[in-house]
């Protein structure tokens, strides 16, 4: 599975980006993808996730409010709509998919992941 993220670049703080994740095919109904990032020096972060046959999103604490996952299954795309944003949002914005996650959270159960797209929020 190859994972293409896409749509980041430099905004400034209130700023609003949408983030997007094309996924090459699921191998199965409860697949579920998720946002990852990481900012410099930093471990990554759990961001958002969402399956593909569920309406249900998982969102992070620094999502929550602020960022809005969504899904479009006919072209197997992963939607991060990101507004407010603020300087601690600057990170680079995985993609990543797994199969039959019981906890979509644990981002080291993700099996595969995209290159990133790097948001950058200035002051």
């Known amino acids: 599975v190859q994972l293409q993220a896409s749509g980041g670049g430099v905004v400034q703080t209130g700023a609003s980006l949408r983030l997007s994740c094309a996924v090459s095919?699921?191998?199965?109904?409860?697949?579920?993808v998720a946002w990852v990032r990481q900012a410099p020096g930093m471990e990554r972060e759990f961001v958002a996730a969402i399956r593909w046959l569920s309406n249900s999103p998982f969102y992070g604490d620094a999502a929550k409010g602020r960022f809005t996952i969504a899904r479009d299954n006919a072209k197997n795309v992963v939607y991060l709509q990101m507004n407010n944003l603020r300087p601690e949002d600057t990170a680079l914005y995985y993609c990543?998919?797994?199969?039959?996650?019981?906890?979509?959270?644990?981002?080291?159960?993700?099996?595969?992941w995209g290159l990133g797209t790097l948001v950058t929020v200035s002051s």
């Open positions: 990543a998919t797994g199969r039959g996650l019981a906890i979509v959270t644990r981002i080291n159960d993700y099996e595969s």
């Open positions: 095919r699921r191998t199965g109904n409860d697949d579920a």
